[in-house]
T-cell receptor
Framework: AQKVTQAQTEISVVEKEDVTLDCVYE???????LFWYKQPPSGELVFLIR??????QNEISGRYSWNFQKSTSSFNFTITASQVVDSAVYFC????????????FGTGTRLQVTL | KAGVTQTPRYLIKTRGQQVTLSCSPI?????VSWYQQTPGQGLQFLFE???????NKGNFPGRFSGRQFSNSRSEMNVSTLELGDSALYLC?????????????FGAGTRLSVL
């Protein structure tokens, strides 16, 4: 069975601060995919990034960056110079290749960015 | 390209009734998955359809069912509603039913059971 843990329930920062959202996963499979989604108040889950288990290269997309470390089973997400529009709930998720489209989600981290 | 469309956006039902939710995937996507989101249980996988066949099912009672049509549109049905079925139901579509494919989500249907 697989599991995703997001220990931070809620984080509050002031605009322009950097913030890191933690994600730790458990799986017995050697091939899997990790995802991050953003859920604004409207409810729709917005895809941010996908990473496969064989690619530990970190990725940067604008103010967003992701750090994948298989040794610690972590896939952390950093927002640099946060903005009010970043306020949302962020979910980390995992799929094993054997379970096709079944995403296993963490409990989410609510990020509140204030002025 | 239009995104995933879910209808209706909001529903209010009473216990014992049944409800049908609809999901239209992104054009060209053949896999549709459904998820239930509640404050207590978080996001949980309900089932997945590909080529009109249920490929995967989560741990939900038989009151929850679904189907997929030849145009990949999907419906989800919940019979004999219970108060605990109140939730946001999210539909996601992807190109194929394989793990590497990105699932794109709709805005959801918020169901309230009174």
């Amino acid at each position: 069975a697989q599991k995703v843990t997001q220990a931070q329930t809620e984080i509050s920062v002031v605009e322009k601060e950097d913030v890191t959202l933690d994600c730790v996963y458990e799986t017995r499979d050697t091939t899997y995919y990790l995802f991050w989604y953003k859920q604004p108040p409207s409810g729709e889950l917005v895809f941010l990034i996908r990473r496969n288990s064989f690619d530990e290269q970190n990725e940067i997309s604008g103010r967003y960056s992701w750090n994948f470390q298989k040794s610690t089973s972590s896939f952390n997400f950093t927002i640099t110079a946060s903005q009010v529009v970043d306020s949302a709930v962020y979910f980390c998720a995992l799929i094993n290749t054997g379970t096709a489209s079944k995403l296993t989600f963490g409990t989410g981290t609510r990020l509140q960015v204030t002025l | 390209k239009a995104g995933v469309t879910q209808t209706p956006r909001y529903l209010i039902k009473t216990r014992g009734q049944q409800v049908t939710l609809s999901c239209s995937p992104i054009s060209g996507h053949r896999s549709v998955s459904w998820y239930q989101q509640t404050p207590g249980q978080g996001l949980q996988f309900l089932f997945e359809y590909f080529s009109e066949t249920q490929r995967n099912k989560g741990n939900f009672p038989g009151r929850f069912s679904g189907r997929q049509f030849s145009n990949s549109r999907s419906e989800m049905n919940v019979s004999t509603l219970e108060l605990g079925d109140s939730a946001l139901y999210l539909c996601a579509s992807s190109l194929e039913a394989v793990a590497k494919n990105i699932q794109y989500f709709g805005a959801g249907t918020r169901l309230s059971v009174l």
